[in-house]
């Protein structure tokens, strides 16, 4: 089946759909089906990065420091704890149902809290409650939203569209401070909440014009020596969400492709995420670069992480994905390490360039791979797995990391963080599926 069938969510395609053959394929980043996806995901991301502005400067007016970080961190405990749940439930009831509810549900709290905080000053307690129930819904459109791709699009076509995915994220957050801070500025919280609800209600129609594949995108992967893999013989029997959640992650670990690179991106994370936030402001503290040169490294990764994605994007297939992630990887851990050891700062933003361009890589490649090759049936509780990594794990290590370089300074903390991310690189080339993965092979573009 190709990208431009129409289908139900978890049903065949309706009557009268005809197939595309081979030759009549459309890459990605030509797919108006794609696009209209790409379009809706990148408006949300604006308006969760307009709606970060409004929460940070209303608890700012209205709170003191301890409490600004209690309402920042309070959207973070229910997306944790419950984005497994999330995923379950993208499996249960099907991803246009989550996509579509819950992201209605965020467009319609935020225009609430918009036009009640136009009466009266955001309190407190309003904001937590925000921020908590931001969180819960995120906890259903995150894996919702991420399980999509491979329902969109063919296998082949994957890792473009998970390049254009990072991409999005890239443009988001260029675009989405300054908004929010605009209308911060011309009419207060009010208008940065309205803007963030309003860019969540144009992502709405876009989504509902999105066309989903038939979901059999497992019986079409390849296996990491290029063989067909079987499709399941037969759905799960059904059971509670407990047991759908346990069957979930027993799938994950037991998946000879999918475990270890889940492990690769949860150690990568670990080792990588706090070093490149909590400790590259106490670094610039430390040289004495000042804020301004926090932003020229920061800017620099962003960049450099942009044409990693943009290079899957543009090819569409690298081979030896395995080798190849596990290299970028390696690049990546070994400039994070370098970093706090180099003397000026426009070799530090170099340094941060390169770390970008290889975990860019690293990360398009992975994800890319880990949606080939998972079983539909599981696909919502595989990405809730994935994403719990980077917005459950990865904070975990900002205190950690902060504390570490209070005692014993950035460089070596860096390179402690370096070496640990490293480790990832072993679980990759020590697993066989991972060495010999390759994304499937690009199929004959329309004419």
């Not at 990072?166 to 011309?186: D, H, V």
């Not at 860096?414 to 092979?441: D, Q």
């Amino acid at each position: 089946m190709s990208a431009a069938e129409t289908a139900l969510p978890n049903g065949p395609a309706p009557e009268g759909a005809i197939p595309e053959s081979p030759a009549e394929h459309r890459p990605a980043h030509r797919d108006g089906n794609v696009l209209r996806w790409l379009a809706a995901y990148t408006a949300s991301l604006i308006g969760d990065s307009v709606y970060f502005v409004a929460l940070a400067w209303s608890a700012q007016k209205v709170a003191g420091p301890a409490e600004v970080g209690l309402v920042m961190a309070a959207g973070a405990f229910p997306r944790a704890l419950l984005m497994l749940g999330g995923g379950v439930a993208t499996d249960r009831f099907g991803v246009r149902r989550i996509v579509l509810g819950s992201d209605a549900v965020r467009c319609v709290l935020i225009l609430a809290v918009a036009a009640g905080v136009a009466v009266t000053a955001p309190a407190v307690w309003i904001l937590v409650a925000l921020a908590l129930a931001f969180g819960a819904v995120d906890a259903l459109f995150v894996p919702a939203v991420g399980a999509l791709p491979p329902r969109i699009t063919g296998p082949d076509q994957l890792a473009r569209v998970t390049g254009m995915r990072t991409l999005s994220m890239r443009i988001s957050q260029i675009s989405g401070p300054p908004l929010g801070g605009l209308a911060m500025g011309l009419g207060g919280a009010s208008a940065a909440f309205a803007v963030a609800g309003a860019l969540f209600a144009l992502s709405l129609p876009l989504l509902l014009t999105v066309r989903l594949r038939p979901p059999g995108g497992a019986s079409d992967a390849t296996d990491v020596r290029g063989e067909a893999e079987p499709a399941p013989s037969s759905a799960p029997a059904p059971g509670s969400a407990w047991q759908d959640l346990i069957g979930g992650l027993r799938y994950v670990r037991r998946h000879r492709l999918i475990g270890p690179l889940i492990a690769v991106l949860a150690i990568s994370e670990l080792g990588l995420t706090g070093t490149l936030n909590v400790g590259m402001v106490l670094l610039n503290g430390e040289r004495g670069w000042g804020p301004s040169g926090y932003g020229w490294i920061i800017s620099g990764f962003g960049a450099g992480a942009t044409v990693g994605a943009l290079l899957l994007t543009v090819a569409g297939r690298l081979p030896w994905a395995g080798l190849t992630l596990a290299g970028t990887l390696l690049a990546g851990c070994a400039g994070a390490a370098t970093i706090a050891l180099v003397p000026t700062l426009p070799l530090a933003v170099a340094v941060a360039l390169t770390v970008g361009v290889a975990m860019g890589i690293c990360g398009t490649l992975a994800n890319s791979l880990v949606q080939t090759a998972a079983d539909p049936t599981y696909l919502g509780r595989v990405t809730s797995v994935v994403m719990l990594t980077s917005v459950g794990l990865a904070p975990l290590s900002y205190p950690v990391v902060g504390a570490a370089i209070g005692a014993w300074g950035s460089a070596p903390v860096f390179i402690g963080c370096g070496v640990f991310g490293s480790l990832g690189v072993g679980v990759a080339l020590g697993s066989g599926a991972v060495r010999r993965a390759e994304l499937p092979r690009l199929r004959p573009v329309k004419a």
